[in-house]
């Protein structure tokens, strides 16, 4: 099951509690509901959340039960709670709330208020942990982490009813901040171009629409691009125009306001503001103490050397998945201009680092590994746009916690030393080899944990300057060494591997942090000290599995191959034809902007688009002459019988198509579905372009040859008559005159 974020919902009444359960779990939230504070007690055993939503007066009630919650699982970061309020409680500042970390409810709940206040909440706790890395960094290296000079922070209050004006205002005089009053957009867009506000409080239903304006404005520009914006409605759901928003305001007060609202969001609001000062101000501070790239602003490996074990703890303390992955451009070509690029279409709590000559890594906090795919397509795309060709982009991601951390995973951390193997991990032990190689080769401390963890192919090996270690084998190898000896035993271990695709995870110790390690070429993985003995065993499983998959499916593209050797032997004529059009079909792809997944389609779908016709009688495939009716129909079974014969393959998913409908045409005439237009699929009209350009200039049974010139110009007429998309043709044959 995909990863969401769990709110723990705790209230008396059932009513209430089947109402807030449904509504989050229609947008996307696991959710425990529960009628007593005792009871999420006795549930933290199996499940840790994310958020709590709960009624303030059963809280104050059995306050022992909600204190003893709280201290359970403050470990990590504050956990945010929405206090449940009647509008009549919310009179005074509610007993429970911490300040800037609480926020309120009031009943009954509505919708908008409901899901925009909760992710408004879960992003708080993304902002401190991002606020507690950096000082945590700092202040390891003696180094005095940003803070405010001692000036109030200012709110800005833009209303245009005069007494709803000084209600608000009166509320805003029991925090300590500073008040700026507009009472139209024009008045507040002059106090913020004078005083950047750290929290704008907009009525939005102006006449003339201006306060939407006011509030795109506010979201554009540099200066108040964090400052957070609350919109004063009267009814929140029927506020239609705020919907369509891109920049949408990050919370509401509904009116009449009520003082228990306004202070509890206002305080959160404005401590928000705070926290991304400090990370705008630790930045700063970063870059001056050269812990970031000059040109870019971007940290370096140092920093990623810290923030790394930091969240893997943190993710697991706090049952939250994470993401990282390692970008490579070969080619080294503008690399910090893409960066730079890159890092503007990141999302604000993402981290990215510069972590080698080529290398951006990148940090995606609280991303299970479906949203990672997304995020790390669109890092792609960008580096493609940039005009750097997909080839030369080598992506390594390590996601970690695919489905976060699993029930019985935390009850296994709960227990020290005792970590609970999953049965497949269990069968995998007997057939698996793991090497670890080591200086001396004296770390039976990490042997014998493997093997006591069911991994019975367990060797060390003692890589010694004075002895050749000689070839070895292995599934996986264990490096583990001080963060200084790693280059130097690289060096020794790397010529005795059979194969430099092997996978091998390095596993620093003593107190190597912030040391040069370098992050190693080919399949090999830095596994920072001080990580826990969980993570270690994760990361094995995981990397044994990667490198059976890898051996796996090599030997079915061999097979593949094969096949396609099969086919084309029979018949002198068509030799190549499938690797031709492949190497085409790909470069042509590539061409038109495909995504690198697409570009492995036409891989494939290019090899073997006409496979299925190793299921049709010799005599029909190599029949001088027209074919008979009956016999054409018959040749017209290929594309089909390839798509079947395929379809259990996982990784031709994507090629399927390619295979089906390599036979379409443009004007809905091909077959064998007759599609017209875009409909057939983008990439099954670049293979047939390019299929029916290199069949072309094959002898045929029934005809000779083409010249490429007799070719080109065929094949550009059928696309003016409407059989093949034209802005492809005209791409296939500039790249060849290229
Ligand atoms: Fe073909
Ligand atoms: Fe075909």
Same mark, same amino acid.
């Given at each position: 099951?995909?990863?969401?974020?769990?709110?723990?919902?705790?209230?008396?009444?059932?009513?209430?509690?089947?109402?807030?359960?449904?509504?989050?779990?229609?947008?996307?939230?696991?959710?425990?509901?529960?009628?007593?504070?005792?009871?999420?007690?006795?549930?933290?055993?199996?499940?840790?959340?994310?958020?709590?939503?709960?009624?303030?007066?059963?809280?104050?009630?059995?306050?022992?039960?909600?204190?003893?919650?709280?201290?359970?699982?403050?470990?990590?970061?504050?956990?945010?709670?929405?206090?449940?309020?009647?509008?009549?409680?919310?009179?005074?500042?509610?007993?429970?709330?911490?300040?800037?970390?609480?926020?309120?409810?009031?009943?009954?709940?509505?919708?908008?208020?409901?899901?925009?206040?909760?992710?408004?909440?879960?992003?708080?706790?993304?902002?401190?942990?991002?606020?507690?890395?950096?000082?945590?960094?700092?202040?390891?290296?003696?180094?005095?982490?940003?803070?405010?000079?001692?000036?109030?922070?200012?709110?800005?209050?833009?209303?245009?009813?005069?007494?709803?004006?000084?209600?608000?205002?009166?509320?805003?005089?029991?925090?300590?901040?500073?008040?700026?009053?507009?009472?139209?957009?024009?008045?507040?867009?002059?106090?913020?171009?004078?005083?950047?506000?750290?929290?704008?409080?907009?009525?939005?239903?102006?006449?003339?629409?201006?306060?939407?304006?006011?509030?795109?404005?506010?979201?554009?520009?540099?200066?108040?691009?964090?400052?957070?914006?609350?919109?004063?409605?009267?009814?929140?759901?029927?506020?239609?125009?705020?919907?369509?928003?891109?920049?949408?305001?990050?919370?509401?007060?509904?009116?009449?306001?009520?003082?228990?609202?306004?202070?509890?969001?206002?305080?959160?609001?404005?401590?928000?503001?705070?926290?991304?000062?400090?990370?705008?101000?630790?930045?700063?501070?970063?870059?001056?103490?050269?812990?970031?790239?000059?040109?870019?602003?971007?940290?370096?490996?140092?920093?990623?050397?810290?923030?790394?074990?930091?969240?893997?703890?943190?993710?697991?303390?706090?049952?939250?998945?994470?993401?990282?992955?390692?970008?490579?451009?070969?080619?080294?070509?503008?690399?910090?201009?893409?960066?730079?690029?890159?890092?503007?279409?990141?999302?604000?709590?993402?981290?990215?680092?510069?972590?080698?000559?080529?290398?951006?890594?990148?940090?995606?906090?609280?991303?299970?590994?479906?949203?990672?795919?997304?995020?790390?397509?669109?890092?792609?795309?960008?580096?493609?746009?940039?005009?750097?060709?997909?080839?030369?982009?080598?992506?390594?991601?390590?996601?970690?916690?695919?489905?976060?951390?699993?029930?019985?995973?935390?009850?296994?951390?709960?227990?020290?030393?005792?970590?609970?193997?999953?049965?497949?991990?269990?069968?995998?032990?007997?057939?698996?080899?793991?090497?670890?190689?080591?200086?001396?080769?004296?770390?039976?401390?990490?042997?014998?944990?493997?093997?006591?963890?069911?991994? /019975? %192919? =367990?060797?060390?090996?003692? #890589?010694?300057? +004075?002895? @050749?270690?000689?070839?070895?084998? $292995?599934? *996986?190898?264990?490096?583990?060494?001080?963060?200084?000896?790693?280059?130097?035993?690289?060096?020794?271990?790397?010529?005795?591997?059979?194969?430099?695709?092997?996978?091998?995870?390095?596993?620093?110790?003593?107190?190597?942090?912030?040391?040069?390690?370098?992050?190693?070429?080919?399949?090999?993985?830095?596994?920072? /000290? %001080? =990580?826990?003995?969980?993570? #270690?065993?994760? +990361?094995? @499983?995981?990397?044994?599995?990667? $490198?059976? *998959?890898?051996?796996?499916?090599?030997?079915?593209?061999?097979?593949?191959?094969?096949?396609?050797?099969?086919?084309?032997?029979?018949?002198?004529?068509?030799?190549?034809?499938?690797?031709?059009?492949?190497?085409?079909?790909?470069?042509?792809?590539?061409?038109?902007?495909?995504?690198?997944?697409?570009?492995?389609?036409?891989?494939?779908?290019?090899?073997?688009?006409?496979?299925?016709?190793?299921?049709?009688?010799?005599?029909?495939? *190599?029949?001088?002459?027209?074919?008979?009716?009956?016999?054409?129909?018959?040749?017209?079974?290929?594309?089909?019988?390839?798509?079947?014969?395929?379809?259990?393959?996982?990784?031709?998913?994507?090629?399927?198509?390619?295979?089906?409908?390599?036979?379409?045409?443009?004007?809905?005439?091909?077959?064998?579905?007759?599609?017209?237009?875009?409909?057939?699929?983008?990439?099954?009209?670049?293979?047939?372009?390019?299929?029916?350009?290199?069949?072309?200039?094959?002898?045929?049974?029934?005809?000779?040859?083409?010249?490429?010139?007799?070719?080109?110009?065929?094949?550009?007429?059928?696309?003016?008559?409407?059989?093949?998309?034209?802005?492809?043709?005209?791409?296939?044959?500039?790249?060849?005159?290229?």
């Amino acid at each position: 099951m995909a990863w969401k974020p769990l709110v723990f919902v705790i209230t008396p009444f059932n009513q209430e509690r089947s109402n807030l359960r449904a509504q989050l779990l229609g947008a996307d939230y696991n959710v425990t509901a529960v009628s007593e504070p005792v009871d999420a007690v006795s549930r933290l055993s199996t499940e840790i959340p994310h958020l709590i939503i709960a009624d303030h007066d059963q809280g104050l009630k059995e306050k022992d039960a909600f204190v003893e919650l709280m201290a359970k699982l403050d470990g990590a970061a504050p956990l945010p709670i929405l206090f449940l309020l009647e509008r009549k409680e919310g009179e005074w500042l509610p007993t429970l709330v911490r300040e800037g970390l609480d926020d309120t409810l009031m009943r009954p709940v509505q919708s908008l208020e409901l899901l925009s206040r909760t992710s408004s909440l879960l992003r708080n706790r993304q902002l401190l942990g991002q606020v507690r890395i950096q000082e945590d960094f700092l202040s390891c290296r003696n180094i005095a982490t940003f803070s405010r000079e001692e000036t109030l922070p200012t709110v800005l209050l833009v209303e245009d009813d005069p007494r709803e004006m000084g209600n608000i205002a009166f509320l805003l005089g029991q925090i300590p901040c500073r008040t700026l009053k507009a009472r139209t957009p024009a008045e507040a867009l002059w106090h913020i171009r004078r005083i950047p506000p750290h929290l704008a409080i907009v009525d939005l239903l102006f006449p003339d629409l201006d306060g939407l304006e006011l509030a795109r404005y506010l979201k554009k520009q540099g200066e108040t691009r964090h400052t957070p914006l609350l919109m004063l409605t009267a009814v929140p759901e029927l506020d239609n125009r705020v919907q369509g928003m891109d920049s949408g305001p990050d919370d509401y007060l509904v009116k009449p306001v009520n003082s228990a609202e306004v202070l509890t969001r206002v305080r959160r609001l404005l401590a928000r503001h705070q926290n991304h000062e400090k990370i705008l101000g630790n930045n700063l501070i970063l870059a001056d103490q050269g812990f970031t790239d000059p040109s870019t602003g971007i940290p370096k490996d140092e920093f990623f050397r810290f923030v790394y074990p930091q969240m893997v703890n943190w993710s697991q303390k706090a049952h939250l998945p994470f993401t990282v992955a390692r970008m490579r451009i070969s080619s080294g070509k503008d690399f910090l201009r893409v960066a730079a690029q890159i890092r503007s279409i990141l999302r604000d709590f993402d981290l990215d680092f510069i972590t080698g000559e080529n290398d951006l890594s990148f940090i995606l906090p609280e991303t299970p590994s479906e949203k990672a795919k997304i995020a790390l397509s669109r890092i792609l795309a960008k580096a493609e746009d940039m005009g750097i060709p997909p080839w030369e982009i080598r992506l390594v991601t390590v996601s970690i916690g695919e489905d976060g951390w699993e029930t019985d995973r935390i009850q296994a951390s709960l227990k020290p030393g005792h970590h609970r193997m999953e049965s497949g991990e269990m069968e995998d032990g007997p057939g698996r080899k793991i090497l670890v190689a080591s200086r001396w080769g004296a770390e039976g401390d990490l042997a014998d944990l493997l093997r006591s963890n069911g991994y /019975s %192919g =367990v060797e060390t090996v003692r #890589l010694d300057a +004075r002895e @050749s270690t000689g070839k070895v084998q $292995a599934d *996986l190898v264990i490096l583990q060494g001080k963060a200084d000896e790693v280059p130097g035993l690289l060096d020794r271990l790397l010529p005795s591997l059979p194969d430099p695709n092997l996978p091998i995870l390095i596993r620093c110790t003593g107190n190597g942090d912030g040391e040069h390690v370098p992050l190693v070429p080919g399949s090999a993985e830095f596994i920072p /000290s %001080g =990580v826990p003995i969980d993570y #270690l065993l994760k +990361r094995v @499983s995981q990397s044994l599995d990667l $490198a059976s *998959l890898r051996s796996g499916s090599e030997e079915v593209l061999q097979f593949l191959k094969n096949l396609v050797r099969f086919l084309e032997e029979g018949d002198p004529d068509i030799q190549g034809h499938g690797q031709q059009v492949s190497n085409w079909a790909v470069a042509l792809g590539a061409r038109l902007g495909r995504q690198k997944e697409e570009l492995d389609a036409l891989r494939w779908g290019g090899l073997l688009h006409d496979v299925g016709k190793i299921f049709l009688p010799q005599r029909i495939l *190599l029949r001088e002459g027209m074919l008979s009716a009956e016999e054409f129909m018959i040749v017209k079974s290929h594309s089909k019988l390839g798509h079947d014969l395929f379809r259990p393959f996982s990784i031709l998913k994507k090629a399927l198509p390619i295979i089906k409908h390599h036979h379409e045409r443009m004007d809905g005439k091909g077959y064998p579905e007759g599609l017209r237009g875009e409909k057939v699929p983008i990439l099954a009209r670049i293979v047939s372009v390019v299929e029916v350009y290199d069949t072309l200039l094959r002898r045929r049974p029934f005809r000779s040859a083409f010249s490429p010139e007799e070719a080109a110009k065929t094949l550009r007429d059928e696309a003016r008559r409407g059989l093949w998309d034209p802005k492809i043709v005209e791409a296939f044959f500039e790249m060849i005159e290229e």
